[in-house]
């Protein structure tokens, strides 16, 4: 018996030895290069696509991929058990009304449709207490999405969900209020089968929280997340865009000038205290706000701050800092007899370009964007995508460093879409769309933070390692 064992454990060490030996062998003749570098990641066009429009209904669905490729691809468009269109052309703005109570709009695109996807949906209430603009960006499935807005003291929120894939989802909704983390009788963790897609009262979470965190996070397969708030009494309706991931640095882009109130929120859930650095970037410069400097957020809760008089007015966006990762939101509430409400929320830069699929300069409605470069200069190219016709030649934009711009775009006749491209030794850039119509009794407007574009996906550099030959 002895025997046996130290001869497996005497052929163990050969096998080990004849390994480290070819390893060797193989290292001493791979051919040298001229110069030893880091492994770079590889940036390869993106090849497939999946994006949900929470609740179409009623609403005006654009879809586009910008201009320029001559590949293949199509993007199909299907709303329950029907398909509303099939699109082959980038560079071609499908812009259409979708019916009413129409479940989720799932559009699926490979190729060239797939490489720069955009869809966005808006829909126009005129009247009850969903008068406004509302608007909002539909988004592909992932693991964690964060949502930051009023709670249901303040509005009826409504989450939806969609699980898009073929495969089951768990779910786990998280909510963070100003007390602190909620907890709901059903712990919030729940399964959504392939296809399936689920409206859920924030209420029933957390009914008496006037400012709101919410993270949908799933522990296995991956669902979009969307959320809809009608404020109470009468102040309008829109979409809260989802919020980047929780950073120790977040930039607000987006915030519309003229008057009416302005608040920010700020959540963490860090076990911890932690104080967060609040700074405007507007077009006349970078400076902290006077007596608003800093804002205490508790261990996982949310905070509120009035930034009514602290930006003046003036198109800006907000730059925070801490010790600890948080995300943010912004409540900007317009002006006049009925108001309406716009949601922003902290965003990635628009490195990889990125596109905004439903604008329009037409009748009462403009368009605008709100550009921000928070460290360096920026620079970037802007192209107008029309419904009808050719796109249109792109224009550069300067922006300064540490300052916001605001760039009105061209009078387009219908709707169309706009392709914001980072130019040559340009900054990080960041931005928001806002939309805004003239109506009796005061305007209505809507705003989308700018998004990195599905243009680009980064594969991981490969590197050697004696992993790939040793147990």
């Known amino acids: 018996m002895k025997s046996l064992i130290e001869n497996r454990f005497s052929l163990l060490v050969l096998v080990l030895v004849a390994l480290l030996a070819l390893y060797g062998v193989a290292s001493a003749t791979q051919p040298q290069t001229a110069a030893t570098s880091a492994p770079q990641a590889q940036k390869v066009p993106v090849a497939s696509v999946t994006t949900v429009c929470p609740s179409p209904g009623d609403a005006s669905v654009g879809v586009v991929a910008p201009p320029g490729s001559r590949a293949q691809g199509t993007a199909a468009l299907v709303t329950g058990d029907r398909t509303l269109a099939t699109l082959d052309t980038p560079g071609r703005l499908w812009h259409e009304k979708i019916p009413t109570s129409s479940p989720p709009l799932v559009i699926t695109a490979t190729g060239s449709m797939a490489a720069g996807l955009e869809v966005a949906q808006t829909r126009k209430e005129k009247s009850g207490r969903q008068r406004g603009l509302a608007g909002v960006r539909c988004t592909e499935p ?3 999405t964060w ?15 969609t699980n898009a894939d073929l495969a089951p989802a768990i779910v786990e909704i998280m909510v963070y209020s100003g007390e602190g983390p909620v907890v709901a009788d059903s712990g919030g963790v729940f399964t959504l089968k392939p296809g399936e897609n689920r409206s859920i009262k924030v209420g029933d979470l957390a009914p008496s929280a006037l400012a709101l965190a919410i993270q949908v996070r799933t522990s296995s397969g991956r669902v979009t997340a969307a959320a809809r708030a009608i404020m109470n009494g009468g102040r309008g309706v829109d979409w ?4 980047a991931a929780p950073a120790t640095r977040v930039v607000v882009p987006g915030i519309p000038g003229g008057g009416g109130k302005r608040e920010l929120l700020v959540a963490s859930d860090a076990e911890v205290d932690t104080l967060v650095e609040v700074r405007a ?7 902290a706000l006077k007596g608003r400097e800093l804002v205490e957020v508790p261990a996982g809760s949310v905070a509120t701050l009035d930034l009514s008089t602290g930006i003046g007015g003036q198109p800006s966006a907000l730059l925070l800092t801490s010790e600890t990762p948080i995300v943010a939101g912004l409540v900007a509430t317009g002006t006049g007899a009925k108001v309406d409400v716009a949601f922003t929320a902290g965003a990635d830069p628009v490195d990889l370009g990125s596109v905004v699929a439903d604008n329009r300069t037409e009748g009462k409605v403009t368009s605008r964007l709100l550009l921000t470069a928070p460290d360096t200069a920026g620079k970037v190219s802007v192209q107008v995508v029309p419904r009808k016709g050719e796109p249109g030649e792109p224009f550069q934009v300067d922006i300064s460093a540490s300052r916001t711009k605001q760039v009105k775009l061209p009078k387009v006749d219908g709707v169309f879409a706009v392709v914001v491209q980072p130019m040559p030794g340009s900054g990080p850039v960041y931005g928001g769309r806002v939309m805004d119509e003239r109506r009796k009794g005061g305007p209505a407007l809507t705003v989308q933070p700018l998004a990195a574009a599905r243009m680009w996906a980064l594969i991981p550099p490969v590197a050697e390692s004696a992993a790939t030959v040793l147990p």
């Open 240 to 243: 809260l865009p989802a919020s």
């Open 142 to 144: 992932v693991a964690s």
């Open 147 to 161: 949502l930051v807005g009023p709670g249901p003291a303040a509005a009826e929120v409504t989450l939806y969900l």
């Open 281 to 287: 970037l507007t077009p006349e410069g970078t400076y």
